[in-house]
């Protein structure tokens, strides 16, 4: 029950979306998102829940796209898991800010991950599909109409199943937040983390919001404590 964020703050803009913030905090923003993600995001259980069960149904090279990529660093753990479980799994990982891939180009991508500097739309245009779709910490920068609107896309990029994992807005985990901001901040130094964590939480949304804006062909899911994802399957 919302009490306090009851409403969804859809008109906040996170610093590191700023066209014109600055770039090395923006880099290093990138690279704590590695941090938050392990702690928060539970792409591990995805993994294990979803995602490797479905590779394991037939021997072959499997494609995933992960839309809005950021750092990178969900793509390449994926990337990783697959690997060591002897799956076959190649991964295109798009963003339609240069600069998010301008910092994955920088990084090893021993998996060789196809990063681009793509929308949705892009690849729908070119008639690319994948069998696996997707994202992380993209809905909630979305308005509820482009939020229809790449969930429609996504499904027309998908041949097998779409997961889209994001935050649930809450009070509590708006508090802890700030509460443990607090604490660790100066061990994230110079970086958007936590200003757009906080705005990131208000800009959630909530699982009966998304119950609301989804097709009925999408579950609505909680993973963990404030956790959502919305998953489509063929
Ligand atoms: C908060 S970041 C999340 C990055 C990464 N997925 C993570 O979880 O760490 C959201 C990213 O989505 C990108 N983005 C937003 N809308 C997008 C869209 N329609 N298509 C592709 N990327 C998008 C933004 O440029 C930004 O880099």
Not at 37 to 57: A, E, G, M, Q, T
Not at 59 to 80: M, V
Request: charged share 25%.
């Amino acid at each position: 029950m919302l009490y306090i964020l009851k409403e969804r703050a859809s008109q906040l803009q996170e610093l590191a979306d700023d066209p014109d913030c600055d770039e090395k905090t923006l880099y290093n923003t990138y690279a704590h998102f590695k941090i938050l993600n392990r702690l928060v995001s539970h792409w591990r259980s995805v993994y294990v829940f979803y995602i490797r069960p479905l590779l394991r149904k037939e021997k072959k090279t499997w494609t995933l796209l992960d839309i809005g990529c950021g750092g990178g660093d969900i793509t390449l753990a994926l990337a990783e898991w697959a690997k060591k479980d002897n799956l076959a799994l190649q991964i295109t990982a798009i963003d339609t800010d240069i600069r998010a891939i301008n910092f994955v180009n920088n990084l090893s991508n021993p998996h060789q991950i196809k990063f681009q500097h793509a929308s949705t739309k892009d690849l729908i245009a070119q008639n690319k599909s994948f069998d696996l779709v997707i994202s992380n910490h993209l809905i909630h920068h979305l308005n509820s109409s482009e939020l229809k609107e790449i969930l429609t896309e996504a499904e027309s990029l998908a041949q097998k199943m779409v997961i889209f994992n994001d935050i649930e807005r809450s009070d509590f985990l708006y508090f802890s937040f700030a509460l443990l901001a607090l604490f660790i901040k100066p061990f994230f130094p110079n970086s958007f983390i936590w200003v757009d964590g906080l705005r990131s939480i208000k800009r959630g949304y909530s699982q009966q919001e998304l119950r609301a804006i989804a097709s009925n062909k999408w579950q609505v899911k909680r993973l963990f404590l404030f956790r959502i994802l919305l998953i489509y399957s063929q």
